[in-house]
């Protein structure tokens, strides 16, 4: 346990370090933010034509309304998490890109679904667009990584769980 917690906390500190080089935020970050932007604009526009994108801002065209998405609210610091812990924790390979596929899809699903609910949100009401993206959505973000890391936990080779176990054999 002390190897794993030592190995996720310097492979995240390498992760965040890098992430937080010019040239990666460049070259991948701001472009997946923009990306983002893009798949939740056209998500969106499905049922809302007054839907447009820029970059990494989304706008409505009825009222002005624009959530401008920012590193640190692209999912990728929870996908480092997440990554960290997977990489940390003993398990063969394609059991670790396994999931790191499905983690890649639940975390950046659930951050689509942020984007749209905050872009609605603070159009209805500052104050509750404020807390949802500051308190709410943060978390739930995080959540879903630990979740994805349980689940994947769950379903490695060698985990079993124990038998059930007759009430009167306990006995």
Not at 8 to 17: H, K, N
Not at 21 to 38: K, N, Y
Not at 64 to 77: K, L, M, Q, R, T
Request: with cysteine; aromatic share 14%; glycine share 8%.
């Amino acid at each position: 346990m002390l190897r794993f917690l030592l190995f996720f906390l310097l492979v995240q500190g390498i992760l965040f370090g890098v992430e937080m080089l010019q040239a990666v935020q460049a070259a991948i970050i701001l472009p997946w933010t923009g990306l983002l932007a893009d798949i939740s604009g056209w998500l969106m526009s499905a049922f809302d034509p007054n839907v447009a994108t820029a970059g990494k801002v989304v706008r409505s065209t009825l009222n002005g309304f624009a959530v401008s998405i920012e590193p640190g609210c692209n999912g990728v610091e929870a996908m480092i998490v997440l990554l960290a812990a997977i990489i940390a924790f003993p398990a063969p390979l394609l059991y670790k890109l396994a999931g790191l596929f499905w983690g890649f899809i639940a975390i950046q699903g659930m951050n689509l679904l942020r984007i749209i609910s905050l872009f609605y949100l603070g159009q209805w009401s500052q104050a509750l667009f404020d807390w949802a993206h500051l308190y709410i959505w943060q978390a739930l973000i995080m959540l879903d990584a630990l979740v994805v890391f349980l689940i994947w936990i769950r379903y490695l080779p060698g985990q079993t769980t124990p038998p059930h176990q007759p009430v009167e054999a306990m006995a």
